[in-house]
């Protein structure tokens, strides 16, 4: 059969020449088939019919066929189905029975394809969230969340590490103040964070989610399972965030160093992503959502509790928290208290919620068990130790003794050290020393006698002899006349002209 571009031009000849020979010679044909070709113009049937089938041998073996079709709902392969039918005497081959099946499957689902009604979704009513597999970051595996606000298409996509529920929560607060206010509905998918199970076929909520909703007010609608085209523009969301954001050959992306770095990336793509005028609307995002903003739900000034992690219970006579196997401190002022924990990143976040509304209390970075993670800030100033021990006067003659100044606390401190012995006795004739000679100069000598180790019997009484009747020795000061460097003079004689011998 001719296409239609040699019919055009058979017919072209003929108009030309008005003969079939010539006409036949110009198109390359026989003069039979410009004359048929002619013919079927003129009576309005250039363009042929569907044309009778033909008889073929697979025919006897169609019922089959269809039946098997409708057993396994379009389901069964032609080669299993070419197995079936050639045990039942069938003696054509494979690929008959491909085209055969495949023109059934066709007929078949026909009448069962399934139609999607265009959505048309009102401003402020719809929102949906999905998850997507992020790129690793030093072998630790990460997660999409992508955010998508129905009618103006206003995209979120943050980073997480996990899917538990502090870090969906966390991550939905983040979106709803991104987009600063709260849709009627919010569509997922079946999360065992959302729905805990499905009874007859209707899904049963999670009851913290259930709160969660409640706290801002938004009903919470999960699709159909294992159906995704129920939430397509959170899938398309996606789909199109891990082709710009996970490194692939095709995009030829570098790897991430860090989490703060994916976040960095997610920020720069939705802030692309939202101001570029989208294919359907022809509209900015974020240009249509200025338009939304005022259909939306007003925010809680605070977030939902489960949304800042875990909750801990700081210890009442050291003030750390366990999260993850690890421990990691807190300020001392919440000893006994409940504080909330989660992992940020490469930072452990806590959060504390008083009178005043939650507040950052700590960051740590992660550490390994055994290894606690301390901020000094958060204790108050440590008490002395064994090796730092003050004294602290417990009897009058121990007050007055340490009242003669630091000369006396470190002389007894020193002489404890040294394992003196008869030290109250030498305490108390320190005490009777200071009132012949005064406390200051009393002080001063035990402060040398500590010095020098000099713990003995009469060693302080010594000590303050030598003070008090030794003159003081002159000072002298350095200076051109009394010096002990040697002279310059003796290099003059390098400086004159040199005479050869």
């Not at 983040?174 to 009627?184: D, E, K, Q, S, Y």
């Not at 954001?245 to 997610?266: H, M, Q, R, W």
């Not at 993850?324 to 806590?350: F, K, N």
């Amino acid at each position: 059969m001719k296409s239609a571009e040699e019919i055009m031009e058979i017919l072209e000849g003929f108009d030309l020449t008005g003969s079939y020979r010539d006409a036949a010679e110009l198109a390359g044909c026989s003069p039979n088939t410009v004359a048929r070709y002619v013919a079927a113009r003129e009576a309005g049937t250039l363009v042929p019919g569907r044309p009778e089938p033909r008889p073929r041998v697979i025919d006897e073996f169609a019922p089959k066929l269809e039946e098997l079709v409708e057993r396994s709902e379009g389901k069964i392969r032609a080669d299993v189905a070419h197995d079936k039918i050639v045990a039942m005497g069938f003696k054509g081959s494979d690929r008959t029975t491909r085209r055969a099946v495949a023109e059934i499957k066709m007929a078949w689902r026909s009448g069962r394809r399934r139609v999607f009604r265009p959505w048309v979704p009102e401003p402020g009513m719809w929102a949906q969230y999905d998850f997507g597999d992020g790129p690793r970051i030093a072998g630790i595996a990460t997660v999409l969340f992508c955010f998508w606000l129905a009618w103006c298409r206003f995209r979120v996509v943050l980073p997480l590490l996990d899917k538990t529920q502090p870090s969906v929560f966390a991550a939905i607060d983040t979106a709803l103040r991104r987009i600063g206010g709260v849709p009627t509905y919010l569509l997922t998918d079946n999360e065992k964070t959302v729905t805990v199970e499905h009874v007859a076929g209707v899904p049963v909520r999670n009851p913290a989610t259930v709160v969660f909703a409640r706290h801002y007010g938004l009903t919470v609608a999960t699709c159909v399972p294992a159906d995704p085209a129920t939430k397509g523009g959170s899938e398309a969301c996606v789909r199109i965030a891990k082709a710009d954001l996970v490194p692939t050959e095709a995009n030829l992306l570098d790897e991430y160093t860090s989490f703060a770095e994916l976040e960095a990336a997610c920020a720069a793509f939705c802030e692309q992503v939202n101001a570029r005028a989208h294919r359907v609307t022809r509209r900015a995002p974020i240009e249509m959502l200025t338009q939304e903003h005022p259909r939306l739900h007003p925010l809680p000034a605070a977030p939902f509790t489960g949304a800042f992690g875990v909750t801990r219970t700081v210890g009442r006579d050291t003030p750390m928290v366990n999260f993850e196997t690890s421990q990691y401190s807190v300020p001392h002022q919440l000893a006994g208290q409940t504080v909330w924990v989660r992992r940020h990143g490469d930072q452990i976040v806590i959060v504390h919620v008083g009178a005043d509304g939650p507040v950052e209390v700590a960051r740590h970075h992660p550490t390994n068990p055994g290894s606690p993670r301390i901020d000094d800030a958060h204790f108050p100033p440590a008490a002395p130790g064994s090796l730092a021990r003050a004294p602290k006067a417990t009897t009058s003659g121990e007050a007055t003794f340490l009242a003669l100044g630091e000369g006396a606390a470190r002389w007894l401190t020193k002489a404890a050290a040294a394992g003196a012995t008869r030290v109250r006795t030498k305490m108390a004739e320190a005490v009777e020393l200071a009132g012949r000679h005064g406390r200051s100069v009393t002080d001063r000598a035990l402060a040398e006698a500590a010095a020098a180790g000099r713990f003995a019997d009469g060693d302080l009484t010594a000590i303050l002899i030598h003070q008090t009747t030794s003159a003081p020795h002159p000072t002298h000061q350095t200076n051109e006349n009394h010096t002990l460097a040697q002279g310059t003079a003796s290099w003059a004689g390098f400086s004159g002209p040199r005479v050869s011998p």
